[in-house]
Structures are given as C-alpha cells and as structure tokens.
C-alpha cells in the first residue's frame, strides 16, 4: 500500500506498552507486578470488610518478610530517580499495585527505573534466603503492566483503586454469597449525542471497576501463529490482574477463556439473554462467581427469550466489550438491584 510507510509496525510483546505514549515524559501510571511463582506470598489478609475506612481493623494485608522489603523499596523509588513520585501503594499477597508520577522528562524509559526497583527488591530477597544460589528465583514475573492516566478526574480513582485492593480482597473472602446478587452498571457516554450504556449483572461487580480490563476478541483470518501470540498476550495480561472481557463466541475465544480460567484469572462474560426473574449461577460459575473471578453482564434491556448467540450477535458485543475496556473508572456507575 502507498502509505504503508507511515504506519507504525506491530510489534508483539508481553506486556505491549502504548506507541503512543512517551515512556519518558512527564505522565502518572498505574503499575502493577506480580510475583514469581516460587516467590513466597508477600503477606495475609486481616480485618473486616464492612468496617470503615478510619476504624482500626478495617481490611489490611499484614506483610510477611518479603512484603515487608517489597513495601520499603515501593517507598525508596525516588532514590532511584529523584523525578519519581510515589503516590498510593499497596502490596496484596501475590501482586503490588502502585501509582507513580513521573514529576518531568526522565532521561530513559520509565520500564528502565522499575526494572532497577524489582532488581533490588530481589536482591534484598536474596540476602534473607538460605537456599542454594543456584535455585533462587527472582521476587517478580518478568516485566508490568501499566495504565495510564489519560484526564481530568483519574487519578482519585486509580488512588481510590489501589487502596481499596485489602477492601475487596477481604470482601470476597468473608461473604461470597454478596458475588451472587444482581447489579445494574451504567456507563456514560463520551459522545454527548450517545446514550448510556446500561448493563445487568451477576458476579462480582469490583471485576468493572479493575482500571486494567481487556477485550478478547479472536479475528478469523490470523494464523496460528497470530492466534497463539495474542492468546498468549491475553493470558500474560490475565496473569498480571487484567480483567478479560468478552463473549467468548468462537473456538478459539473459548480456548482462551478456558486457559485463563485454569490460570485462575477473572472474567467478564458478555451474554445476549438477558437474565430469567430467579435466575441464579449454577455449576462452575457459582464457584466462579463466588471466588470472585466472574462478572456476567447483560444489555439492561435483554430479554431472556433471545435467540442462541450467532456470530453476528457476538460482533455487536465485542463492540460492547471494548466499550466497556475503554471506559474510566469515574465513568462507570453502580446499584445493588434488591
């Protein structure tokens, strides 16, 4: 094609970062890691969920002695570079979120500065490990995940989220039964001629407010090898604390949901029929729902007595999907339907 030299070419990675964005500019993100597998956990989960926020045993994570050096080094960012700002943490039990604000131009990719953070974490690790050397694994998974605040008005949800994180943890833990009830989301347009979008569901209602969702849909003309590389991308992702969202139609999108589900991440499923008056979860996804790793979502307006999903169907979903992947946290609204 003539103007093929002005596109930027796809480069597929793990953790794909945006070519749109300067990793080096002056910008606030939301970071998460997650932990080796052989990396013990970085703590437990104490405290009362329905508790607020000011009382002294609301939900907490009580750091072990990894968390412990993990927390201190979150806290010495800065030394590494002194243009680094830290702005709400939390390490969990196998995952750290953290926002951090990049104050001006830094002479090299910000990736460059957390690869030094988890470098020395790991290194502190070491110094406390009585294994042999050559069995010593690193604290983290290898690279992030990012999210980048992008307007006015995200950066008290991206704090909000990160400290809510024991909150919610703890919730799941102590009533799973509150993962079965019914809600209705409502999503506010960008556009001001559009209307809301407006959803029911049944699951776990946090799973739309995870600032990192990601729609899977599966195009039929790519190769295995496209296949593969995305799916495995989608699973990575998955693997990091990404929400995946879609209505898992085709073959292939089914073969991701399942190797996400198996990992033990946490899904959106988009369904065309809308939800009988009693209906409630059964089987698989009642365990799913009350693990906290499932959402099922509905167009408010859906009636139970649609049709078996079809292809076209799912088209026109994966369109609500990647609505729903896009929209900010500040966007997204919520009722508990008695």
């Given at each position: 094609?003539?103007?093929?030299?002005?596109?930027?070419?796809?480069?597929?990675?793990?953790?794909?970062?945006?070519?749109?964005?300067?990793?080096?500019?002056?910008?606030?993100?939301?970071?998460?890691?997650?932990?080796?597998?052989?990396?013990?956990?970085?703590?437990?989960?104490?405290?009362?969920?329905?508790?607020?926020?000011?009382?002294?045993?609301?939900?907490?994570?009580?750091?072990?002695?990894?968390?412990?050096?993990?927390?201190?080094?979150?806290?010495?960012?800065?030394?590494?570079?002194?243009?680094?700002?830290?702005?709400?943490?939390?390490?969990?039990?196998?995952?750290?979120?953290?926002?951090?604000?990049?104050?001006?131009?830094?002479?090299?990719?910000?990736?460059?500065?957390?690869?030094?953070?988890?470098?020395?974490?790991?290194?502190?690790?070491?110094?406390?490990?009585?294994?042999?050397?050559?069995?010593?694994?690193?604290?983290?998974?290898?690279?992030?995940?990012?999210?980048?605040?992008?307007?006015?008005?995200?950066?008290?949800?991206?704090?909000?989220?990160?400290?809510?994180?024991?909150?919610?943890?703890?919730?799941?833990?102590?009533?799973?039964?509150?993962?079965?009830?019914?809600?209705?989301?409502?999503?506010?347009?960008?556009?001001?001629?559009?209307?809301?979008?407006?959803?029911?569901?049944?699951?776990?209602?946090?799973?739309?407010?995870?600032?990192?969702?990601?729609?899977?849909?599966?195009?039929?003309?790519?190769?295995?090898?496209?296949?593969?590389?995305?799916?495995e991308e989608w699973l990575q992702l998955a693997r990091d604390g990404a929400v995946l969202v879609s209505p898992f139609y085709s073959k292939r999108e089914k073969e991701v949901r399942d190797e996400a589900l198996a990992q033990g991440s946490r899904l959106i499923v988009m369904r065309n029929q809308g939800f009988p008056e009693k209906f409630k979860p059964s089987g698989k996804e009642f365990d799913l729902c009350s693990e906290g790793r499932l959402l099922m979502l509905v167009k408010y307006d859906a009636s139970p007595f649609e049709k078996q999903l079809d292809r076209k169907q799912a088209m026109h979903l994966n369109d609500y999907c990647r609505k729903i992947a896009e929209s900010l946290l500040?966007?997204?609204?919520?009722?508990?339907?008695?």
């Amino acid at each position: 094609m003539g103007n093929s030299k002005f596109h930027k070419p796809v480069v597929h990675s793990m953790k794909r970062r945006s070519w749109l964005n300067d990793y080096e500019g002056r910008r606030i993100y939301l970071i998460t890691i997650s932990k080796n597998a052989a990396t013990p956990l970085f703590g437990k989960i104490t405290g009362d969920p329905l508790l607020p926020p000011a009382h002294e045993n609301t939900p907490r994570v009580e750091l072990s002695a990894i968390g412990k050096i993990i927390d201190e080094e979150i806290d010495a960012i800065p030394r590494i570079n002194d243009k680094l700002r830290i702005l709400a943490k939390v390490v969990m039990l196998d995952h750290i979120h953290f926002v951090i604000y990049v104050t001006e131009n830094i002479s090299r990719h910000i990736g460059k500065e957390i690869a030094v953070f988890k470098r020395n974490c790991t290194k502190r690790y070491w110094a406390t490990d009585n294994s042999k050397e050559e069995t010593r694994q690193p604290v983290f998974e290898a690279n992030y995940t990012d999210s980048i605040l992008k307007r006015d008005g995200q950066l008290s949800a991206m704090i909000g989220y990160v400290l809510d994180n024991p909150r919610r943890r703890a919730l799941i833990g102590k009533y799973p039964d509150f993962f079965m009830r019914r809600f209705v989301f409502s999503i506010k347009s960008s556009d001001s001629e559009s209307d809301d979008l407006r959803f029911k569901g049944i699951g776990n209602a946090f799973l739309m407010r995870c600032p990192n969702k990601v729609p899977v849909m599966v195009r039929s003309m790519w190769t295995d090898e496209e296949f593969s590389t995305r799916k495995e991308e989608w699973l990575q992702l998955a693997r990091d604390g990404a929400v995946l969202v879609s209505p898992f139609y085709s073959k292939r999108e089914k073969e991701v949901r399942d190797e996400a589900l198996a990992q033990g991440s946490r899904l959106i499923v988009m369904r065309n029929q809308g939800f009988p008056e009693k209906f409630k979860p059964s089987g698989k996804e009642f365990d799913l729902c009350s693990e906290g790793r499932l959402l099922m979502l509905v167009k408010y307006d859906a009636s139970p007595f649609e049709k078996q999903l079809d292809r076209k169907q799912a088209m026109h979903l994966n369109d609500y999907c990647r609505k729903i992947a896009e929209s900010l946290l500040e966007d997204i609204s919520m009722a508990i339907v008695k």
